[in-house]
T-cell receptor, first 116, second 115 residues
Framework: DAGVTQSPTHLIKTRGQQVTLRCSPK?????VSWYQQALGQGPQFIFQ???????QRGNFPDRFSGHQFPNYSSELNVNALLLGDSALYLC???????????????FGPGTRLTVT | AQSVTQPDIHITVSEGASLELRCNYS??????LFWYVQSPGQGLQLLLK??????LVQGIKGFEAEFKRSQSSFNLRKPSVHWSDAAEYFC?????????????FGKGTKLSVKP
């Protein structure tokens, strides 16, 4: 049973550039959430996708956008990169059917983004 | 607004000693509660969860946690720590009936294990 997978593992970008990160959810899951984890901090919720639409959004600027495909995989796009965007970006998946189990999220290994 | 506090940034214990990691939350009702572990360079692995019912929950790798409503706490415990337990531990809460799947995390507690 494949877990959550993310690509790439590491990425180095220059300030002002744009980046796309990819995520495939755990088999059987239809909801994908993205989190940003800065060094020494806990993960912070960016947004969540369900049925190919953004269902919730955390306190992140519009430079952060996403997409979910019919096969439930997802992309996170960040435009106009800032030095402060350097972080580990985590993708998590769960079933979006409601109830407590919809909060039980399974995380991928993350993509380490460095902005120089 | 919900929040999670993990008061201890770094804890060092000897191998074989007992462990307790503290977690306090702020929320108007009983939230859903989780403990995750993160090894260096890795994603987060779910250790255990609390939704309702028995306030003592068992998880993987010999961990357990106790929900105490009066103290707004959900502390993680292990009776005997192994060297492989060295990692960072995160407590997280979710708001029932509200933002499904939006977990609020604490800042984490880094656990070091002395031989």
């Amino acid at each position: 049973d494949a877990g959550v997978t993310q690509s790439p593992t590491h990425l180095i970008k220059t300030r002002g550039q744009q980046v796309t990160l990819r995520c495939s959810p755990k088999s059987g899951h239809d909801t994908v959430s993205w989190y940003q984890q800065a060094l020494g901090q806990g993960p912070q919720f960016i947004f969540q996708y369900y049925e190919e639409e953004e269902r919730q959004r955390g306190n992140f600027p519009d430079r952060f956008s996403g997409h979910q495909f019919p096969n439930y995989s997802s992309e996170l796009n960040v435009n106009a990169l800032l030095l402060g965007d350097s972080a580990l970006y985590l993708c998590a998946s769960n079933t979006g059917v409601g109830g407590p189990n919809s909060y039980e999220q399974y995380f991928g290994p993350g993509t380490r983004l460095t902005v120089t | 607004a919900q929040s999670v506090t993990q008061p201890d940034i770094h804890i060092t214990v000897s191998e074989g000693a007992s462990l307790e990691l503290r977690c306090n939350y702020s929320y108007g009702a009983t939230p859903y509660l989780f403990w995750y572990v993160q090894s260096p360079g890795q994603g987060l692995q779910l250790l255990l969860k609390y939704f309702s019912g028995d306030t003592l929950v068992q998880g993987i790798k010999g961990f357990e946690a106790e929900f105490k409503r009066s103290q707004s706490s959900f502390n993680l415990r292990k009776p005997s720590v192994h060297w492989s337990d060295a990692a960072e531990y995160f407590c997280a809460v979710g708001a029932p009936g509200g933002s499904q799947g939006n977990l609020i995390f604490g800042k984490g507690t880094k656990l070091s294990v002395k031989p």
